[in-house]
């Protein structure tokens, strides 16, 4: 699979599974990962323990993509990230772009989304 669309809608099914193997199989070892505001993130590895670190205790993921493009190997959505962990959910709109090299693996994965929403509603379901 290298059709970026494909690609990435793979990735995306495999965080929504919080298969963390199957989603960083689809990475290249060296993406870089960035949430902007927050400092990016570079390697497969890194990701990955990073993406586990945050979704470990979520019960369920859903990523729902409103609106998506792509052009060339770039793929951008606007989506609305939810996590539901044991105090509640935490619905995040987000704009994220995704590069896909000729192997199809993702080589940058940037979100750009509200950090307070963020961390407002995380606050209100670890209570």
């Known amino acids: 699979m290298t059709e970026p669309r494909a690609v990435v809608a793979a990735f995306i099914a495999a965080i929504e599974a919080k298969d963390l193997a199957a989603?960083?199989?689809?990475?290249?070892?060296?993406?870089?990962?960035?949430?902007?505001?927050?400092?990016?993130i570079a390697g497969r590895d890194t990701m990955v323990a990073v993406l586990s670190a945050f979704m470990g205790p979520a019960v369920a993921?859903?990523?729902?993509?409103?609106?998506?493009?792509?052009?060339?190997?770039?793929?951008?959505?606007?989506?609305?990230?939810?996590f539901q962990f044991p105090g509640g959910w935490v619905e995040l709109p987000v704009a994220g772009f995704f590069e896909v090299d000729e192997q199809g693996l993702i080589t940058l994965w940037r979100d750009y989304f509200d950090l307070s929403t963020y961390t407002t509603q995380m606050a209100a379901v670890s209570g």
């Open 23 to 40: 989603a960083g199989a689809l990475v290249a070892e060296d993406i870089s990962y960035e949430n902007v505001p927050m400092q990016p």
């Open 61 to 82: 993921v859903e990523w729902k993509v409103l609106r998506e493009v792509a052009v060339g190997n770039v793929v951008a959505n606007e989506r609305i990230d939810r």
